[in-house]
């Protein structure tokens, strides 16, 4: 990814759980919050309720993909963290991806900078 870093420590997982703001989908939800860097940070999870194993590694492989086809698109210098509801493993990869281009990016700018949609 270009210009993402990913996010490892809970700690901070954590810490864009409580300051950040969150986008709610019927897939994901997502905590945004700025970082004032010169690159993202990304941080992708499915809890058990997302399913097995395998379920949950399909939900963060269909989101990591979403994010990878609109990285470009993406404003620089906020943190993300991307959460996989249950759907989000039943669903095509194209599905998800097509949301973040059309709604999710503008939702983020808003969330985040304060842009009207």
Avoid: H, W
Wanted: glycine share 6%.
């Amino acid at each position: 990814m270009l210009y993402t870093k990913t996010i490892n420590k809970n700690k901070t997982f954590l810490f864009i759980y409580k300051k950040g703001k969150c986008i709610v989908n019927r897939n994901v939800v997502i905590y945004v919050r700025k970082n004032n860097k010169p690159y993202n940070n990304l941080g992708i999870t499915a809890g058990k309720k997302v399913g097995n194993a395998v379920a949950r590694n399909r939900a963060k492989r269909i989101i990591r993909q979403a994010y990878r086809e609109n990285e470009i698109n993406m404003p620089v210098g906020i943190d993300i963290v991307i959460v996989a509801r249950s759907s989000a493993a039943k669903i095509k990869s194209n599905i998800l991806s097509d949301y973040l281009r059309k709604k999710g990016i503008k939702e983020i700018k808003s969330a985040v900078f304060g842009e009207e949609i």
